[in-house]
């Protein structure tokens, strides 16, 4: 048994007995002592005032560890990321950062990847990951056939590698048209043979959008699965994935999970329109997941100069999603490669840049949620992302003793708790990559 005693929490994370009543929403964070007991927690209960009795049965002989208050959060969820095309960005970088450039480099690209050299980025993508505490992973993989089923097969051995660590998710990444011609069920079939736990993939608005998400969600629901798909990642009014996706939800009373990433274009059309298009988001049930980091990268790159400062910070509506109960989280997206040239899988990072490009300031206790709790819950892990009895025994210690603390110092270093055992946070070198 390893009891953490006076771990600053984030009350998002915490169990409604504990967090109840809510902290001051400036400070949404409770002092907090957890026991430990091998790979779960044994128990969650508020701190007692000093001199007091410790209130976690069991702690007298507990190894106990007195955090003084330092912040405690759970292990991570990064619940959108593309870890085949991770650091890739030295030898194909996008040197206008266009959208357009983005997708021609890493096409080129693609056709060099080998297990090998996917292996290899993904690989050390994931020890990024596990060093910043991130604990499960959602990744989309580039599926274009006959091209992809290698690309499938390294993230299985990789999910093999890594299981008890991170649990890794994979949905396929292609055309939604390709589901309607005749490799369709193809791609589900290669998809499901690598353990792929949703169909996923991205569309232009089009004629034929409706007729292309109806032969989709009949693929989907013939496997038993959910969809998780790139949608609107633009600054076109006129794009309207989103609300094509959830009129084919409720027209085809498709039940399994829908995720839709990106969502971006929500932001630039009319109020009335915003307003209907998450009206039908709610009623489909249908879950967001916002790439703040990427958004900011690509998005705003208008017109024929280059370069030009950019006016919209290119992420989807936040507020008003949330506001409307649609489920969202905020996940990492692409790190170095011509999507988006920075990046770490670090979730503390979007997190911290989520709070400042979104004015999460005002929700500060729904922020941490984004990456811990709501995102688990989006990606069907409900037991994790959370500092409960019965979570796993996966935290992150921050040197912060406050919420303003944490996001003052985005690049702070982190302890990191598995089981009974804290260590040092150990990022590797990118110098491994050369
Ligand atoms: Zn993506």
Redesign the pocket.
Known sequence: MLLLQRARIPAAVLPASIADPAPDPMEPSLLCDIALDGPRIASVARSAAPGAAPPVPGAPTANAVDLDGAMVFPGFVDA???LDKAHTWDRAPNRTGRFSEALETLARDREGWTRRDILRRAGFALRCAWEHGTRAVRT?VDTWLPWGEENHAVMHELRGAWRGRIALQTVP?TGIANYSGTEGDAIADLSLKYGACALGG?SPMSPDLPRQLDRLLAIARDRGLGLDL?VD?NGSPAEEVLRAVAEAVIRNRFGNPVVC??CCSLAVQAPERQRSTIALAREAAIRVIS?PL?NLYLQDRRGPEFPRTPYWRGITLIHELLDAGVPLAC?S??VRDA?HAYGDLDAAEVCIQSVRLAHLDSRLGASVGLVTSAAADIVGLPGMGRVAPGAPSQLVIFPSRSFSEFLSRPGSGRRLVDGEAIREASRPDFGELR
Request: charged share 10%; hydrophobic share 40%.
């Open positions: 959108h990321v593309h989309h990444l991205w790139h990642e990433g990106h790439l990427c996940a997206d692409n999507f």
